[in-house]
């Protein structure tokens, strides 16, 4: 009974695994769409940010920007413009993606072309939208790339702008309250101060010197007494200390 029953499960996985091999037969993408839809899942269940590759052409700088190597965004710079990706540390972008072949594949910058993915005869293949890679593929901004089972996204930049300078009306509107009113109060008060303090055995010459304090006449000096105070309050404290 026990050997019949284990034979129809057996018939019964061997069924369910034709199907499948037939049904991927006739659309090629389906693996993929799971695949992405796996990694999707894992990462809003797990918190795990989305994977990516930047290529940057700035200038006469070309380099990659990406959160591959231990999910850590890192800027690459490769004086022959290729950053090969696999399990060997040598590569590099370096990920520990189990189903990698040690060195997969590689992102190609060509000049005045663009960014070409080009798969090493890996092991599991690598694919762009779905598609297999057989030989160099140019990058478009936004392609999904696919490595085995690594699934991440590749943006393109070309140009970098400077963008003007915003307005003053703008910027008061942004800066929080607190940082409002300090920058309020250093506009209406500005005070400079010269504290001279002497001692000697019977006599105590303390000499302040404040300018401009709020918007009061020029050339005249005006001492506020609550300031005048608490000068002196520290001159003491620091006589008695010592």
Known sequence: MMTKLHNQELERRLSLYQVFLSLYERHGNLLDEILQLENLSQSSVNGVKPLYVQGVVDDSSVYVITNLCEHQTQTLQQAQHLWTIGRDRSNGICTQEPHLSRCHAAIQYVENQGFYLVDFNSTNGSFVNGEPVYQPVKLKDGDRIRLASLTFDFFLNQKRRVLPELS????????????????????????????????????????????????????????????????????????NNG
């Open 168 to 239: 003053t009306n703008l910027l008061t509107q942004i800066l929080p309250p607190v940082a409002n009113q300090q920058t309020t109060a250093l506009n209406h008060i500005s005070v400079s101060q010269e504290c001279k303090c002497e001692k000697t055995e019977d006599t105590v010459q303390i000499e302040l010197d404040y300018i401009s304090v709020g918007r009061g006449e020029s050339g005249k000096h005006n001492v506020i007494q609550q300031k005048k105070s608490e000068i002196l309050e520290r001159f003491f404290s620091s006589t």
